[in-house]
C-alpha cells in the first residue's frame, strides 16, 4: 500500500499529459486534412467516379442528413482507382448515392487515392 501511494502521485501528472497529446494529435491531423482539401479544391482534376459501395453510418445524429462512407472508382492517367470517402448528403438525395451511379470528384494531381467531392460534404 505504501508503494502506491507513493508511485501515485509520481504519475498523476501522466494521465492528463497523454489525454493532451492525444487531443494535441487529432487537432494536427484535422488541420492537416483541411489544408489539403483546400488545395485539391483549388489544383485538383475534376472527374467523374462510379460509386461502388456505400456503408452508411449506423447512428446517423445529423437530421435530414445521411452520413456514409462511399467506395469509388475512377481512372486516372490510364490507372484504375478505388478510394474511400466519407460524405454527409440530403435525405432527399437518397437515390443519387447508390452503387453504379456517377458522382463528381476533385482528385490530388499528386496522389491520386486522395479526392474531393464536389457537390457534397465531405468527412
Known amino acids: 500500500m505504501s508503494y502506491l501511494s507513493y508511485i501515485m502521485p509520481k504519475l498523476a501528472w501522466f ?3 497523454c489525454i493532451l497529446l ?7 491531423k484535422n488541420r492537416q486534412r483541411d489544408a489539403q482539401d483546400a488545395y485539391i479544391k483549388e489544383h485538383g482534376v475534376s472527374l467523374e467516379a462510379e460509386i461502388s459501395d456505400v456503408v452508411y453510418d449506423k447512428i446517423q445524429r445529423i437530421n435530414n442528413y445521411f452520413v456514409v462512407v462511399a467506395t469509388v472508382k475512377y481512372n486516372y492517367n490510364g490507372k484504375n482507382v478505388t478510394s474511400k470517402r466519407g460524405l454527409s448528403f440530403l435525405v432527399t438525395d437518397k437515390e443519387k448515392i447508390e452503387s453504379g451511379k456517377i458522382i463528381k470528384i476533385k482528385v490530388n494531381r499528386d496522389m491520386p487515392e486522395q479526392f474531393y467531392y464536389e457537390d457534397y460534404q465531405n468527412y
Open 22 to 28: 492525444f487531443v494535441g494529435y487529432v487537432v494536427y
Open 15 to 17: 494521465i492528463p499529459l
